[in-house]
């Protein structure tokens, strides 16, 4: 997040050539309950699923010293160019066959930050779902989760598995892989599956031009007496006011 970002060659996207892959905060906070509940019930097992290019690895196996059993790779160079409908078809696909009990998905992601892709594969599987869920509570086959509203209003939600969950900001703090837990992780499954496999929709809408936003003018600093600054600050607004209902 302390890059440096620019616009990619196709004016499409921004340029990664020189960013570094990190997990997506809010999928940390997925991950870090579905570790919870497999601790939880003792006989769980974890799958943790990343789209993209070969770079996606490396934070997936961070995923997977923090307690995920197995890691899938949908091995996509041009998913930056997918729209998050595009994006769901892709993973309900994967999921479709392998009843799942429970899917935590982030509440949304870093990058385009559309919070749709959780909720769409839910639509997409025939499954419930609960949104931006800040507290997470399992007890024999049923949940009651706490989902932030608008306003930093909570609601409680109680539903049967199996189900979709999205995650935000506050659910758990997210471990720490240890050293003996990372190299556990390199023993572990790393699948790989061409998104040609899986991708089954067409896009609903197309990214056409990425670009930052216009710089605005300066602001303006007065100096002087604090008595002679208020006179000038009125006249000031009274001059803006004007212009503005002209």
């Known amino acids: 997040m302390e890059s440096k970002f620019k616009v990619d060659g196709a004016g499409t996207w921004y340029d990664t050539t020189d960013l570094a892959w990190r997990m997506n905060e809010y999928d940390e906070y997925a991950i870090e309950q579905a570790v919870q509940l497999k601790e939880q019930v003792g006989d769980a097992d974890v799958t943790v699923l990343c789209i993209g290019s070969d770079r996606v690895k490396e934070p997936m196996k961070k995923a997977l010293a923090m307690g995920c059993d197995r890691g899938v790779q949908v091995a996509?160079?041009?998913?930056?160019?997918?729209?998050?409908?595009?994006?769901?078809?892709?993973?309900?696909?994967?999921?479709?066959?392998?009843?799942?009990?429970?899917?935590?998905?982030?509440m949304q992601s870093q990058d385009r930050g559309s919070a749709q892709v959780g909720v769409l594969v839910a639509e997409?599987?025939?499954?419930?779902?609960?949104?931006?869920?800040?507290?997470?509570?399992?007890?024999?086959?049923?949940?009651?989760?706490?989902?932030?509203?608008?306003?930093?209003i909570k609601a409680i939600v109680k539903l049967k598995t199996p189900a979709l969950f999205t995650c935000q900001l506050?659910?758990?703090?997210?471990?720490?892989?240890?050293?003996?837990?990372?190299?556990?992780?390199?023993?572990?499954?790393?699948?790989?599956?061409?998104?040609?496999?899986?991708?089954?929709?067409?896009?609903?809408?197309?990214t056409t031009t990425v670009y930052f936003p216009e710089k605005k003018g300066g602001g303006l600093v007065l100096e002087g007496d604090v008595a002679e600054l208020a006179g000038q600050l009125v006249q000031i607004l009274k001059e803006k006011t004007s212009v503005l209902s002209r």
């Open 124 to 152: 997409m599987l025939n499954l419930p779902s609960v949104s931006t869920v800040v507290d997470f509570s399992y007890q024999d086959g049923g949940v009651t989760a706490k989902r932030e509203l608008e306003g930093g």
């Open 76 to 106: 996509d160079d041009a998913v930056s160019g997918k729209e998050p409908f595009e994006i769901a078809s892709i993973i309900a696909t994967f999921a479709r066959d392998k009843n799942f009990d429970v899917i935590f998905t982030g």
């Open 170 to 206: 506050g659910l758990n703090t997210p471990r720490y892989p240890t050293l003996p837990n990372i190299m556990k992780a390199k023993k572990k499954e790393l699948l790989s599956i061409p998104v040609g496999d899986l991708l089954q929709a067409d896009p609903r809408q197309q």
